[in-house]
Each structure stands twice: as C-alpha cells, then as structure tokens.
C-alpha cells in the first residue's frame, strides 16, 4: 500500500498537480457575516425588482433568486422570449481581513421541452475591472418536463480571489436560450426557466475564504 501512494504521489507531481496533504486545515470563516447588495440588474431575465440575494447563516454561500427568468418558444411566447439574460452587479461586503472567491455553484430551474427542441443555460462571472472569470454551458434536450440541477465546480488554482482589500463589484451574468428545432411551435410551447417563485430554484454561490 504504501508502494502504491508514493507512485500515485510521484504521478501527481510529474504531471505539475499539487499534492494537497490529508491533515490539510479548511480555510477559516470569518466570523462577521458578509453583506450583499444588488447595486444594478439588467436585462430581459431580471426586471427591476425580481432579483434577490441572501447570505447564508454560515458565511460559506450566498443564493440568487429569480421571479421572472424564463426563455420559451412556441404558443403564447413573443418573438424575442427564446432568449432571456440577466446581469447583476453585486456589492460584497466582506468582513475585515477576509478575502474571498467563487468556488462553486449550483444552478436550478425548471425545463418543459416538448421532443425536437433544445435549450442552453450560460453562465460567467467577475470581480469589477478584471478580465478573469469562469465561464459555464449546460445544454438540454427535449423531451423534458420536471426540475434540473447543475453544478459547477471550480478548481483551487482556478479559483480567482478579489484582491486584499479592494472593493469590486461580483459581475455574474446569465443566459438562457430555447430552440424549437423541429418540434411543432405553432401548437406547443417550450421553456427553459431559473424562475424561484416557489422559493425552490435558486441559484446558489458556494463562497471559498482567503485570510489577508
């Protein structure tokens, strides 16, 4: 066995990966609570007022909820409703000597996609004035009616911390996008939506914390 972990340790390290040790300490939390605002929210997917965010008790997320995010095709939809964006610039108030970064996020919503047709959810984020950011695609494909998960998992040397000290606003953008294909729209309707009226499809940010 322990042949086997040195040639594992000695292959993680040919291939330039770091070897992270079991008895590796998580990061601290602070223990003041982060503040989040929504200072702007604009387009299609996010009307004045129906975008909302909460931290969590622990400090370790925060959650993005939707009550009119929704891209569809077919009866009843307006030409321009197969595609829906939101841009939020948040305000993170981060707890003095904190720094933190996105490491993952859970994404959730619902799809009725009649057989033929196709959706995508999209999705990329920034701190203010920095080019760096992940961006993320999930695709879907009809026939689908029921709820959908995904999640994004970033890697730690991926990871993108806001700089000690500075205040930047958390771009995080959104996009959803429905294509009939060849299913018959003039008699059925697709949609693919992040809509949280019923207070369970948020959108949840798992936050990663640096000390200064």
Not at 26 to 51: E, F, Q, R, Y
Not at 87 to 106: K, S, W
Not at 138 to 153: C, K
Request: proline share 5%.
């Amino acid at each position: 066995m322990r042949n086997a972990v040195l040639t594992a340790t000695t292959l993680f390290a040919s291939l330039g990966a770091t070897v992270v040790p079991a008895a590796a300490a998580p990061a601290p939390l602070p223990v003041d609570k982060m503040v989040i605002d929504v200072v702007a929210a604009n387009g299609s997917g996010c009307p004045l007022g129906t975008a909302d965010v909460t931290v969590s008790p622990d400090n370790k997320a925060f959650t993005v909820t939707y009550s009119e995010f929704t891209a569809q095709v077919g009866v009843g939809a307006k030409p321009l409703d197969f595609r829906k964006n939101c841009q939020l610039a948040l305000n993170v108030d981060v707890p003095q000597g904190f720094t933190y970064a996105i490491a993952r996020t859970d994404y959730r919503g619902f799809a009725r996609l009649e057989k033929g047709a196709s959706a995508t959810q999209s999705s990329f984020y920034y701190f203010q004035g920095e080019g760096h950011t992940h961006r993320s695609r999930h695709n879907f494909t009809g026939p689908a009616d029921g709820d959908w998960q995904r999640t994004d998992t970033i890697g730690i040397t991926s990871v993108s911390f806001l700089p000690c000290g500075e205040q930047r606003y958390l771009n995080v953008n959104t996009e959803l996008r429905v294509n009939a294909g060849w299913s018959d729209k003039k008699k059925t309707t697709s949609f693919l939506t992040m809509d949280s009226t019923d207070g369970n499809l948020d959108t949840v940010y798992h936050v990663a914390w640096k000390k200064c």
